[in-house]
């Protein structure tokens, strides 16, 4: 069982840690990182994904064998259920953000090529993860139905900052998860980057006063010039449905609602 619990703990911080190295890489490849990191780049990330491809794929395997030699004894427990819930959940985010990954070194060829060199590491990351939650399929099935904890096995959340790159950047998916789930402000209050009409679409969809999209975001007209996004003067002009921040919004939406159901 200390075993178990350990390779478990292991995998989710290894997911998280890859995870976050390649949404650090895809933004620094679409040149919407950081200061910082557009400065001084992204090597400590890329030596991450470089170095962790081995690791993780034994620590996939050791903690699937592990699983199914336990699997009578985690059927009755729900809080070692729940401990294979949160590796899954992991692995299950890790492969939405290997998806941006992988999307964002397709577009960007070159440059992905003077990162990782000819080796086309991100499809081999998506090949590895997706095989291994194809054969955990029925593990999780089972999750769902019977696990004790009433959350899907999934972040909706995880990859949301690379998603939202158009619009703003700076933030993680745990900044953007608190804003939309608890109000809480952006930090930093990030430079709003497209039509503010798009900011107005996200505040009515997730039902944000103007006041608290303000503050949360820094708008600016075409020179530059700082003003205050308004509800009213900002309205958009065409159907919700036309504007490209619509579908991402609904689509977490609907995760949310998912993961509550």
Known sequence: ??????????????????????????????????????????????????????????????????????????????????????????????????IIF???????????????????????????????????EAIRGYIRKHCWVDTLLDDPFR?????????FTGVTDKDIERFVMNGVSLKGQPKWMADRRQAVVLGNMLGKSCKEMNDSFMFTKLNGEPIKLNYTSDRPTLDLGAYEIHSIISELLNEIAKSKA
């Open 1 to 98: 069982m200390v075993r178990r619990s350990k390779l478990l703990t292991k995998l989710r911080n290894k997911t998280a840690a890859v995870a976050d190295a390649m949404a650090t890489v895809s933004l620094f490849l679409e040149g919407q990182a950081d200061s910082f990191t557009t400065v001084c780049g992204c090597k400590f990330e890329v030596d991450v994904i470089k170095d962790s491809f081995t690791p993780l794929s034994k620590l996939l395997d050791e903690a699937l064998d592990c699983i199914r030699e336990d699997w009578n004894t985690i059927i009755p427990n729900d809080m070692l259920l729940d401990e294979v819930r949160k590796a899954i959940d992991a692995c299950s985010s890790l492969q939405k953000s290997v």
């Open 102 to 136: 992988d999307d964002t070194a397709v577009a960007h060829s070159d440059d992905f090529e003077d990162l990782f060199g000819d080796d086309w590491l991100s499809r081999a990351y998506l090949d590895l993860i997706s095989d291994w939650m194809d054969e955990t």
């Open 159 to 167: 990859g949301i900052a690379v998603k939202m790159k158009k619009f």
